[in-house]
């Protein structure tokens, strides 16, 4: 069924109850793919959805009008979640215009290689429906360099695009319909956040004073994935600006694999540590903890202990695998060590620490080692490096 969010605006994506993984990031909550109807003198779609998924969509369309009567389409952005099924929505409903950026139009013309109807616009270009006007704000990187955000100007409604998107598949399509709403659905926010717009936060910052300088308000906020905020948009933009912000916690990650349980055993003696140094510290076993979740976590930690044991003379794979990712979304003020054990070559910790440093991490210790099994000493180095952090 379609849903609608005011009169004449529907919203009518997909629920994508199955979806595991989303480039790289555990999706355990499925997700959505948002797409909306405006109903005006110009029928506007904006978006689209994944390819497998159009027919969906266009059932929902046709519960509100034939898509055939569309008239206009705008692409708020180029990923295929949103423009997977546009070339098939091209065809069938033949519209008039598209409308997207100009990275949009060189993106989607690279994807598709169709000459369709583009229409270039910018920030502050208005477009006309009828009654209705829309009004379009380019937001390069939020998520790729083609995004930008619809504003529908009468109901002070905002079409953001990836910004402000969570993973979650639900029957529900509103912040209010959720009963635990924002608790849980906070944290499906913050994973979002975290994988997706984390190397971002400088651009989101200028984007909330772009907000300001235009004067913009929001009665709804509706993102392409996830809940649309209609009772407190304002709980979602607070959320952004203090993660954009790089505030942190008094909060410890203890992120480490392990081959024989002496790298494990020097992660429990910095956690105990830590804690009674007042920091809230947790211990995170790498094949026990997603990559996804581990850097969701690592958003709003102050300090963050890497440990691996040497395999190979390198890094156990695990802990390669988190340094790639959470390199690529650049996380910011961070204290942080290494620590780990090895047999006889041990080069793993010195690994780690290059990677921190690289990652502009204040590292506060060359790194701990310890041979073979932790004994009473090693055990006290942990504390103190814990001490030290
Ligand atoms: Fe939901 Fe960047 O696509």
Redesign the pocket.
Known sequence: MSVELTPGVYWVGVIDWNLRDFHGYLTEAGST?NAYLIIDDKITLIDTVKKELLPEMLCRVAEIVDPEKIDYIVSN?V?M??SGGLPETVARVKPEKIFCSPQGKAGLSRHFKQDWPFVEVKTGDELSLGRRTLAFLETPML??PD?MMTYLKEEELLFS??AF?AHLASSEHFDDQLPDCPCDYGRQLKKYYAN?LMPFGGLITSLFAKIAQLGLTFKIIAP??GLIYRKNPAWVLEAYQRWASGATEPKGLVIYDTMWHSTETMAEAIVEALGQEGVDAKPMHLRNWHRSDVVTECLDAGAVLIGSPTLNNGLFPTVSDLLTYLKGLKPINKVAAAFGSYGWSGEAVKLITKELEEMKFKVIDPGLRVQYVPDGEGLQACRDLAKKI
Do not use: L
Request: proline share 0%.
């Open positions: 793919y952005h990923e979640d949103h998520h790729w995004s695009s990836d998107g997706i392409d994935h």
